[in-house]
């Protein structure tokens, strides 16, 4: 269940964090994916590292932003190359 609450923030972190973000980007489509992922993927090594943001609704928000804002930054590098 915690998964499935990351991947929702992570759909609104994605669009939000590809609003922040200069640069391009994927389109919102591509950043609400890479926000998914990104949020997955952050809660999985918040999850493996130990260390919590938080529970509910404003740790996933936490966890979600970093792991998408972090993700969609390396990407978005990764383009450019």
């Known amino acids: 269940m915690e998964y ?3 991947m929702l923030t992570g759909v ?3 669009w939000l964090a590809g609003q922040f973000m200069s640069g391009k980007g994927f389109g919102v489509s591509g950043d609400i994916l890479a926000g ?3 949020a997955l ?3 999985a090594l918040s999850e493996k590292s130990g260390i919590m ?3 509910g609704l404003v740790g996933s928000l936490i966890v ?3 792991g ?3 993700f969609l930054y390396a990407t ?3 383009k450019k190359v």
């Open 4 to 6: 499935f609450g990351l």
């Open 36 to 38: 998914v992922f990104g």
């Open 12 to 14: 609104v972190v994605g």
């Open 53 to 55: 943001a938080g529970s």
């Open 76 to 78: 978005r590098m990764l």
């Open 41 to 43: 993927l952050g809660g």
């Open 68 to 70: 998408a804002i972090v």
């Open 64 to 66: 979600g932003a970093t």
